[in-house]
């Protein structure tokens, strides 16, 4: 009678035991852990990174002259000359800048309104 209490008592043991041998004697064991961790950083981390980085990939190749563009600055201005690397860039009547492309925020398409705070009555 007390045998059996005893070998359920032991079977119940053992095999929690072998997970646990399982996890701690496997190489792998510990990585079964961290795997969800890493998938979840590539999701939230790694790839909105990518496909930002590839926008404004885009966005860079497509400028032309005439587009009005901010920089990371803040300077607004227009694209009087494109280059390999670099623009040239109107910020006022008759003073032109060289700009190093990646430094540019946001391109905004030619003839593209300004939004107007103030309303004619």
């Known amino acids: 009678m007390f045998t059996d209490a005893y070998a359920q008592t ?3 043991a053992g095999a929690a035991g072998g997970i646990q041998g399982f996890m701690q ?7 079964i852990f961290f ?6 950083f590539y999701f939230l981390i790694f790839r909105p990174q990518q ?5 404004h ?10 587009d ?8 607004v201005g227009k694209v009087v000359r494109v280059e390999e690397k670099e623009i040239g860039l109107e910020i ?20 593209e309104p300004a939004a107007a705070n103030d309303s004619k009555a």
Do not use: E, H, W, Y
């Open 10 to 12: 032991a079977g119940a």
């Open 68 to 75: 009005m563009i901010v920089l990371s600055s803040g300077i």
């Open 51 to 55: 496909q930002r980085a590839k926008q």
């Open 92 to 111: 006022a009547t008759g003073v032109t800048v060289k700009v190093v492309k990646a430094m540019i925020a946001d391109v905004r398409a030619r003839g």
């Open 25 to 31: 004697n496997s190489p792998f064991g510990s990585l």
């Open 35 to 40: 795997l969800p961790l890493i998938v979840l």
């Open 57 to 66: 990939q885009t966005m860079i190749g497509g400028l032309k002259r005439g």
